[in-house]
């Protein structure tokens, strides 16, 4: 890679690791697609709550009774699209993912998650189920207030991580004199390659 490139694929990644730290930033909530099950795109925003550059890994959380789960267990290549309109950047991903639903990964993002956060995972209906009106899907207790830590206990059972680990990056910057394009490969041995492409 020219240094110029280097430079570029490092910046990404902080561009990446302030986005899952930094609620205002374009990064914050990507785009993830999945495979449905008759061979469709699946496309939903997520929060981008973990980036390990290193390894290269983007991590979001879910329900493991939600579409998508299923979805990454048939199929686990995944695309994440990323738009940071203040910077004029998109960011195209393509990974690999799995779901954990128990270990220190998924305990982690758990205990690192706000009391605000786990409320969403007290649903005692599957995400998607059918319902006869609008539904919040929570527990009637809980749906004008944060939940107490010990209230929170039995939604851990319904959460886990979705670790993906980055195979390519299409980065596009855009200004108006002139765009700017370029691509990023991941080899086996974790090391990286980036070539200039049009935009
Ligand atoms: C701003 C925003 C952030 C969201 N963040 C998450 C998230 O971090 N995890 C998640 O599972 N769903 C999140 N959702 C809901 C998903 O977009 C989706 O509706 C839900 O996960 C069900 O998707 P599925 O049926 O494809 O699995 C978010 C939705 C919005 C609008």
Not at 80 to 98: I, M, S, T
Not at 105 to 121: C, E, K, M, N, T
Request: charged share 30%.
């Amino acid at each position: 890679m020219d240094e110029q490139l280097e430079q570029i694929h490092r910046d990404l990644w902080s561009e990446l690791s302030r986005g899952a730290v930094d609620r205002h930033h374009g990064f914050h909530v990507p785009t993830l697609c999945t495979i449905g099950a008759d061979g469709a795109p699946s496309a939903r925003s997520v929060v981008l709550r973990r980036v390990e550059p290193e390894p290269g890994e983007l991590w979001c959380h879910t329900d493991w009774r939600s579409a998508k789960v299923a979805e990454i267990r048939r199929a686990p290549r995944v695309a994440w699209h990323f738009y940071a309109p203040e910077r004029k950047l998109q960011l195209r991903v393509g990974a690999d993912a799995e779901f954990e639903a128990t270990g220190p990964r998924a305990d982690d993002g758990w205990s690192r998650s706000a009391l605000s956060s786990r409320r969403a995972y007290l649903a005692p209906r599957a995400p998607g189920s059918a319902c006869d009106g609008p539904s919040p899907n929570l527990p009637s207790g809980v749906l004008d207030r944060r939940p107490t830590e010990d209230e929170t206990v039995p939604a851990r059972a319904n959460f886990g991580v979705i670790v993906t680990r980055v195979a390519a990056i299409d980065w596009l910057s855009l200004a108006s004199e002139g765009h700017r394009r370029a691509r990023f490969m991941r080899a086996a041995d974790g090391s990286w390659s980036g070539r200039w492409v049009e935009p």
